[in-house]
């Protein structure tokens, strides 16, 4: 079903930009949203606006149905065993925050060990390495292969009985880098560690079964996977869940509040406080039925090939580099690269101009740029909605570019 008729649920992609045809590539940052988000949104808001689980009244139970309605559809995606243990935040960053601040602080002393990647997007290292000073803790990395990806024996070598937590992109923003985090889990459960994965890459993409993997955390965003944005997910094993303490306080998530004391709701509402993002649940709930209409193996295998296409034909432009994996199958949908000495954001302008639009710059990810030992790249991300066409017009782009800047200079 990864054909035309996906394309035209997404308005925005039928538009003109510069006197030319959107071609959207940047769906890493954020995706686009189908019309059955929009209306999921729209008719929240006509019909049914109201707040949840505080009033009798027949608005307020359905908002408090479809919001809660929406947890048991996140449930279900990623096969967690309970709605206890979905909880709805901001997004990846937020999800990722809350379990430094909370499991991190009451977990990691001095001298522990927090290990990470040089892969991570700056949500998965700044909080990190924030918990670290805070608790005179070890921030360790593990070394990354010459191809961008990571190998067990690094993986092996850098946890010990030291380590604390481990926390881990599923796919990488840059290199699409797919990494083993079910494995990686394994080792980190034999040292007595918890195991946290970045799943913001990887939820919109591929199939998502937390139990299979045994992840202790799992984060991801809505915007990313044709949701909207200010809604995401912090899924996390019950038993953890119980144990941690709230790190926002005020209404929703209190059972009772006296003078000077107060306890708090069971989960996962204790971790919910004050009017929780009730729209962009339901629009968080409408994208996965979207997304499951489709269905998360198709979505993958489109992916890989979108990715193989374009590896061929632009290995195919001089001077123009690709980082990450060689093999397709070994990345998602994400082609990184840099085109002679040309500055990514020149090449993404001239890209611009042609209605092509990729990003351009760090990509929140600075220690990997310095790994590769450049400052910043251009990057193409592929989507459900992206076919062959778009990477030629993609080359084609890029050919220009070339020939603009060598005339140039």
């Known amino acids: 079903m990864i054909n035309q008729e996906i394309k035209s649920y997404f308005p925005i992609l039928n538009q ?154 599923y796919v990488s923003n840059v290199l699409g880098t797919m990494n083993p985090v079910k494995e990686v889990a394994r080792v980190a459960h034999e040292h007595g560690a918890v195991m946290v994965v970045d799943g913001a890459q990887a939820a919109p993409h591929l199939k998502i079964d937390v139990q299979q993997l045994d992840c202790d955390f799992f984060a991801f965003s809505g915007h990313k996977m044709v949701g909207p944005t200010g809604i995401g ?31 708090w709701k069971e989960l996962p509402w204790k971790f919910e406080g004050g009017t929780p993002i009730i729209a962009g649940a339901v629009g968080l709930g409408a994208a996965i039925d979207f997304l499951n209409e489709i269905g998360l193996d198709e979505i993958e295998k489109h992916e890989h090939e979108m990715a193989a296409y374009a590896m061929e034909k632009m290995s195919g432009i001089d001077g123009l580099e690709i980082y990450g994996p060689k093999d397709p199958a070994q990345r998602a949908g994400i082609v990184t690269f840099n085109l002679n000495d040309v500055h990514p954001h020149d090449v993404a302008t001239v890209l611009d101009m042609s209605g092509i639009a990729v990003r351009a710059g760090h990509h929140c990810a600075q220690p990997l740029m310095k790994w590769l030992e450049v400052s910043a790249t251009a990057r193409a991300s592929f989507y459900l909605y992206n076919g062959e066409s778009d990477v030629d017009r993609l080359v084609e782009g890029l050919r220009s570019a070339k020939e603009y800047f060598n005339d140039v200079f």
């Open 16 to 169: 003109e930009i510069n006197d030319n045809p959107l071609i959207y590539l940047d769906s890493a940052a954020t995706s686009q949203k189908p019309v059955q988000v929009i209306e999921a949104l729209e008719n929240y808001y006509k019909f049914d606006n109201s707040n949840v689980h505080r009033g009798v009244h027949t608005l307020g139970n359905r908002a408090t149905e479809k919001y809660e309605g929406a947890r048991e559809k996140v449930q279900k995606f990623i096969n967690a065993d309970s709605t206890e243990e979905i909880v709805f935040l901001r997004g990846t960053t937020t999800a990722i925050n809350l379990v430094a601040q909370s499991y991190g602080r009451a977990n990691v002393d001095e001298g522990d060990e927090i290990v990470i990647t040089y892969m991570e997007h700056h949500s998965n290292i700044i909080p990190w390495q924030q918990l670290a000073k805070e608790r005179g803790a070890i921030l360790k990395y593990i070394e990354l292969e010459e191809d961008g990806t990571i190998s067990m024996e690094q993986v092996e070598s850098t946890i010990t009985e030291r380590t604390k937590i481990v926390s881990m992109v």
């Open 233 to 263: 997910v912090l899924y996390g094993k019950k038993a953890l869940l119980n144990d941690m303490e709230p790190v926002e306080f005020g209404g929703e998530m209190i059972d009772f509040v006296g003078l000077y004391d107060s306890t």
